[in-house]
């Protein structure tokens, strides 16, 4: 596939916002590279209290992802986008002041709730921002973009561990809010998007509340069951790798680079036909099959060895990555299509408690079943998949007649 053909986005708003994405996953992604070093060597936690911080942050944050949503509807896309920005950017800079659990946590839940709040304005400036026919080409450019972004901000990251001393170490977080900072004045200079119509004579948004179409909450959840992908490809396939197969540990940098590759190569081109519901229906039973394949080959490497485990766990590590590009190109699609868009904040905080929950229940679940189980582990996880799958398609008709019946416009 040529530059020309796929690779470079085609229009000056889909090069901007891609641009944007690079900024934004640099930034963030050379702090995550180093998290753990930060908050033990310099803050001076124990590993289990950034785990407890960590947990009760995510709860906070799937508890708040709702409001946080309806406060894009009610103050604008782009203004929430750019403020919590700058929140985010904010925190990150005041990261080396803190000495204890309580402010850790407290710092943690905060910048969870920015996060979200920045995460539901820019899904929902992205919708609205562009026409119906390019919005997944779009996105698909964009988290492209993001994955170049984490690879260079996890080389930055890795630059400031190889050095070592505190103050390269503290030096990454000031990275990162700096970073930040320039990312909430790109967006600013974005183009701005109308804010969705209200109800005559009334404060509230027309159209009912996303929480009244069960079809969109089912098929929320079933998305965040299978973008549970990334709790494979970051967690369960490593600790595999290390603690049940003969494969050196080496292998991990190959498949992370692979992964990247073929995640900035091929998500615009997995991401073709998505843009309808159809098209996201086919792209999730896609993304139901790769699980399935990726969990049994991953299944047999416990028992395999040498050349074979290598090249078998590289395989299922292809194909949870072809997963992973066609379930997040089914994930727009639905996203964009099954939204009211006379509510899109208050649907898109909805749709990011499927992410939410997902980050919270499958890294335990996941694990406990692949390292506990073995092979039948890998087999529930393969059958959870596909259960997701299967459920995606009545819950998106469910959806559909929704809106219908409450009047929201087709694909606005």
């Known amino acids: 596939m040529g530059l020309g053909s796929g690779l470079l986005p085609r229009t000056r708003l889909e090069r901007d916002l891609a641009l944007q994405c690079v900024l934004s996953a640099f930034a963030t992604g050379s702090f995550l590279t180093g998290t753990a070093v930060f908050f033990t060597q310099i803050v001076g936690l124990s590993g289990a209290q950034v785990g407890l911080g960590m947990s009760v942050a995510a709860g906070v944050s799937l508890a708040l992802s709702i409001p946080l949503g309806r406060l894009t509807d009610v103050v604008g896309a782009k203004l929430l986008w750019v403020v919590a920005s700058l929140l985010e950017a904010g925190l990150y800079l005041v990261w080396p002041l803190i000495g204890t659990f309580a402010t850790f946590v407290a710092m943690l839940a905060v910048l969870a709730c920015v996060e979200t709040a920045a995460r539901s304005a820019r899904e929902v400036y992205r919708i609205a921002v562009f026409p119906r026919e390019t919005r997944v080409r779009a996105m698909a450019y964009m988290r492209a973009a993001r994955n170049v972004g984490y690879t260079l901000g996890a080389g930055a990251g890795g630059v400031a561990l190889g050095i070592g001393s505190r103050e390269a170490i503290i030096a990454v977080p000031l990275l990162t809010g700096g970073l930040l900072v320039l990312n909430a004045v790109m967006v600013a200079f974005l183009p701005s998007v109308a804010r969705p119509p209200r109800a005559k004579g009334d404060l509230e948004l027309m159209g009912p509340a996303a929480l009244r179409n069960p079809g969109f909450v089912a098929l929320a959840m079933c998305n965040g069951v299978l973008g549970s992908n990334q709790v494979l490809l970051n967690v369960v396939v490593p600790l595999w790798l290390v603690e049940r197969t003969d494969v050196p540990q080496v292998l991990l940098a190959w498949l992370f680079g692979t992964n990247t590759v073929l ?15 159809p098209g996201a229906l086919r792209a999730v039973r896609w993304s139901g099959w790769a699980f399935v394949v990726s969990c049994a080959l991953m299944a047999v490497t416990h028992e395999t060895i040498g050349w074979v485990s290598i090249v078998l766990i590289w395989a299922g590590h292809i194909t949870i990555t072809g997963a992973e590009l066609w379930q997040s190109a089914a994930s727009w699609g639905f996203a964009s299509e099954l939204s009211d868009h006379r509510r899109l904040g208050d649907y898109q905080g909805v749709w990011g408690m ?59």
């Open 263 to 277: 995640a900035v190569a091929l998500q615009v081109r997995a991401s073709r036909g998505s843009e309808t519901v």
């Open 354 to 412: 499927g992410h939410q929950v997902e980050s919270i229940v499958f890294p335990a679940l996941f694990t406990f079943l692949a390292l506990e189980w073995g092979a039948p582990g890998w087999g529930v996880i393969a059958v959870i998949a596909v259960a997701a799958a299967l459920a995606s398609h009545p819950a998106a008709r469910a959806a559909e007649r929704h809106l219908v019946k409450v009047g929201a416009p087709v694909g606005a």
